[in-house]
């Protein structure tokens, strides 16, 4: 199935070149980028095998690569791919639709310790498609894994989001505003959301 993200719908064609300079000059001037490898990293024991699910160009996967981990990036914008493989060379990276992906097709058949999908992955799958790409997160997980989604929730609703975790299968463990663990409150404008596959 070939879906129509959010990520090409509804933003300009150009999108995805300037995405990637925009993240190549914050490297470059210093910026912090690796918060939310940060708290990947402090989820998982050495060698952890991690999917970026939604991995763009490669700054998640690259910071988790960095620490010792082996990782895989999948996204659907193949000029994102191609910029990851460009500037981080180490992580695997793949261009799939997450609505679909099958990384055993890809000659990946060991499952996951953790997903992470950051940078507001799921408000940009095409609309109605969330349960799929949750379940099909849920399935490259070894059992008791878990996935850590971060998103805008003015782009995606806390309580369809629930929903549709629910419908996936999985349990959700914790929440949080921020990728550094600031409380959740009703209030705040943004989620982390720990996952657990049972």
């Known amino acids: 199935m070939k879906s129509s993200p959010r990520w090409f719908t509804e933003t300009p064609q150009s999108n995805s070149q300037r995405y990637v300079e925009r993240f190549r000059h914050l490297a470059a001037s210093g910026v912090d980028l690796d918060g939310e490898a940060r708290l990947i990293d402090a989820m998982v024991g050495r060698h952890a095998r991690i999917l970026d699910a939604g991995c763009g160009s490669g700054r998640t996967a690259a910071a988790l690569f960095s620490r010792g981990h082996v990782v895989v990036g999948v996204d659907i914008d193949a000029t994102l791919v191609a910029a990851a493989r460009e500037d981080y060379p180490g992580p695997k990276w793949v261009?799939?639709?997450?609505?679909?992906?099958?990384?055993?097709?890809?000659g990946y058949a060991e499952g996951f310790d953790i997903?992470?999908?950051?940078?507001?992955?799921?408000?940009y799958v095409e609309v109605g498609t969330e349960v799929?790409?949750?379940?099909?997160?849920?399935?490259?997980?070894?059992?008791?894994g878990r996935a850590v989604i971060g998103f805008q929730i003015d782009r995606y609703a806390i309580a369809d989001f629930d929903r549709h975790v629910n419908l996936a299968g999985f349990v959700l463990e914790q929440r949080f505003a921020t990728w550094d663990l600031q409380p959740w409150s009703a209030s705040a404008?943004?989620?982390?959301?720990i996952l657990r596959k049972p």
């Open 132 to 144: 799929q790409v949750l379940e099909r997160l849920h399935a490259h997980l070894k059992p008791a």
């Open 95 to 106: 261009v799939a639709d997450l609505v679909d992906f099958d990384l055993p097709a890809h």
């Open 115 to 123: 997903v992470v999908s950051a940078g507001n992955v799921l408000s």
């Open 189 to 193: 404008e943004f989620a982390v959301s």
